[in-house]
């Protein structure tokens, strides 16, 4: 068998530029809708939101980003990432090279990177989820294409099911998090001061019994079947080359997009009206609902980048995504930095009139850095660390001077 060594990075000229664009379109989305948890709001009680100046303002602009934003992007980059399982397997099967130990190898360090990310900056990491779900794709590598829609429809539907059977177990996360809770000396009340407040071990023992606490939120949620389902559902579109047939595929975008539009957006109504309410109404529109829109968000994007024109005025989301690891992990540590106590401590000070520009302006620097270091080096910082350690060779970063 070929050793693992002979699996080469992708390289720049292999790359799908559409697939980064995109990609660098949910991290736009991934940013505004983690802003709310960046900013500590999420953890404010309801009198603290009110005693604020913006506060009606704030409660249009919540509304606005539960409608228009939650959970469609991250259901776009889970997709990409099986998109991206597929490409990985399609490089690697074509030069008869081995893939499974190489890719289990990979997604390791993809869950190492992510639970230092998480305990280091900023709890609430999904690098961990994706690294489990990643795993859970090379059971699919030879199944056949209903195989794949079948587990991926399945997988979509699971919060429903996990509803109707009363839940998840989760205690044991949660008994973990109670525990360090009592041994560092932490309560629910006195989460924003410890992170706008406490010294930097105060800070990451609290990341690490949170830790915990999202691992419970993701299997309580439904979010990690959901993830898995959108990573499947990539995987089907990747094994197909989708994203290589927009042109002959136009009628079917204009038709997914016209679908996608008009069945998610009443539904994503609905769902931003009853969050967190925890009826029927808003688990039925949110499950069939975000994916919908999701899908119109992407044909309508492709659209745009068939147009005269579309793909010179889009490419700028490009570099963002060709780096996506390295702006994930950076708009956490920015945004910790603006609103810990490590930097500014703005954090519990501020609601979405204001914290959504600072998300907007974070990824405009990116825009900016991604473009800059991409005329200079092949990788992005965390991507180079992320193959070199999986391909275990030093790659060279910077390119060669011309």
Partial sequence: ???????????????????????????????????????????????????????????????VELFLIEGKFYTIFSALFGVGFSVLLSRTRSKGLAFHRFYLRRVAILYVIGLAHA????????????AVCGALLVPFVAARDRTVLTAAVLALLAPMAVKLAGGMPVGVFTDIQDALFRRFGFTRDTLIDTWTRGSVGDIVRLNLAKVFSQASFLLKSGMIFRIYGCFLLGFWI????????????????RRLAIFGLALGLPLNAVYAATFDSGSWLEMVSGTFGVLPLSCGYVACFCLIWLERGGR??????????????????????????????????????????L???????????????????????????????????????????????A
């Fill in 1 to 63: 068998m070929p050793h693992t060594r002979e699996v080469t990075p992708t390289q720049t000229a292999e790359r799908v530029e559409l697939l980064d664009a995109v990609r660098g379109l949910a991290l736009l989305g991934i940013v505004s809708a983690n802003m709310i948890l960046y900013s500590l709001y999420l953890y404010l009680p309801e009198t603290a939101r009110t005693a604020m100046g913006t506060y009606p303002s704030d409660r249009v602009l919540d509304f």
């Fill in 119 to 130: 305990v280091l900056f900023w709890h609430d990491d999904i690098l961990q989820a994706y």
């Fill in 312 to 353: 010179d005025r889009l490419r700028h989301f490009a570099p963002v995504g060709r780096m996506a690891l390295t702006n994930y992990v950076g708009q956490s540590v920015i945004c910790t930095l603006l609103f810990y106590g490590t930097g500014l401590g703005l954090g519990g000070t501020m609601g979405p009139t």
């Fill in 238 to 253: 990747g094994r197909h080359e989708l994203y290589d047939k927009l042109e002959p595929g136009r009628p079917i975008l």
């Fill in 355 to 401: 914290y959504l520009p600072i998300g907007f302006a974070v990824y405009a620097v990116q825009v900016v850095t991604s473009r800059l270091w991409l005329q200079l080096f092949r990788y992005g910082p965390l991507e180079w660390i992320w193959r070199m350690l999986t391909y275990g060779e030093w790659l060279p970063l910077a390119k060669p001077v």
